[in-house]
């Protein structure tokens, strides 16, 4: 069973409720969500979502927005008298609360194996470096593949279990498929845009993922966190906030634009002196090893797949 899954922090409105906003999680797509609300024959229309956001801790972001609006809040249900503006920068700024680097435990491995999704909400200037082993008993130790960087806040790392080498591509390493986006969409109809891919790498077995951030306050201070690929996963990095270089092309996820700070750089040091990865296999050889097909959005979104298809979960 995944030990890691990504649900839906929605906002959604109902024209026979003027002035009111629903604000809640589900761990379908937030369009079932409000067929299954627009069902009861006290609702005279439909409920149209006006936004969805993916997260780890559904329950965590929710419960943050409701008291960020407990004023706007009527009685106990999850209606709100606020604009729908308000509303989704509220949950834009509770999902990178809820979802950030604090979240998540210091000082272990976090194991990333078939099945699981993570979705990271980064900060800017936060930086990634990729750890590989070349061979666990050879005595070289941890070498540095790559540095990434995170340009915007709000910006999302999404890390997929495949279980399959052939399932997993990289724009560094020239792969078939490495600069297509596994999930452009977060609905069925394909009309709602899952933000502007900037990055998608391979993370094979064995690799380490150091999530590196300096403190806010300048003080020196730093923040870091280890994932651990228990086998092949692929990485998404994808922006709400594009921006550009000075001669107009796209930064991208591995555009490492700053210095790494002394606390970075300390935090580094200390997961290449870490032991050997609990799982290891040689990495493939050459720039592309796909063996098509390719699977669908829906094996990275599972909720993606028809209704019929899932085991049906109490959403909020």
Not at 5 to 26: D, H, R
Not at 80 to 99: G, M
Not at 282 to 297: A, F, I, T
């Amino acid at each position: 069973m995944p030990t890691h899954e990504t649900g839906f922090v929605y906002v959604m409105s109902n024209p026979a409720m003027q002035g009111l906003v629903k604000i809640g999680f589900t761990t379908q797509l937030p369009e079932d969500r409000a067929q299954e609300l627009s069902r009861p024959t006290g609702v005279p229309l439909p409920f149209d979502v006006a936004f969805r956001g993916l997260t780890m801790r559904w329950r965590e972001v929710e419960r943050l927005v409701h008291q960020h609006l407990a004023d706007q809040r009527v009685s106990r249900k999850e209606f709100f008298t606020v604009s729908i503006d308000d509303a989704v920068q509220t949950v834009r700024e509770c999902v990178l609360a809820v979802n950030g680097i604090g979240a998540w435990e210091t000082g272990r491995r976090h194991l990333v194996k078939r099945g699981d999704r993570v979705s990271l909400s980064l900060a800017a200037g936060q930086v990634f470096a990729v750890l590989v082993m070349p061979a666990p008993f050879s005595g070289n130790g941890w070498e540095v593949l790559d540095l990434w960087q995170a340009h915007s806040d709000g910006d999302q790392l999404e890390i997929y279990g495949a279980g399959q080498p052939g399932w997993v591509a990289g724009f560094s390493d020239g792969d078939h498929d490495g600069t297509d986006d596994p999930v452009p969409y977060l609905d069925r109809t394909q009309r709602v845009a899952n933000g502007a891919l900037n990055g998608r790498e391979r993370f094979d077995t064995g690799f380490r993922l150091v999530w590196l951030s300096d403190a806010a306050d300048g003080s020196g201070a730093y923040t870091s966190v280890i994932f651990e690929a228990w086998e092949p996963c692929q990485v998404v990095s994808r922006t709400w906030s594009p921006r550009w270089t000075r001669e107009g092309f796209p930064l991208v996820l591995n555009a490492l634009e700053r210095d790494l700070s002394e606390g970075m750089l300390e935090a580094a040091r200390a997961a290449l002196a870490l032991p050997a990865p609990r799982n290891w296999a040689p990495r493939p050889e050459g720039r592309s090893y796909l063996v098509p097909p390719q699977p669908g959005p829906d094996e990275w979104l599972p909720q993606l797949h028809r209704r019929s298809a899932r085991p049906r979960r109490t959403p909020g």
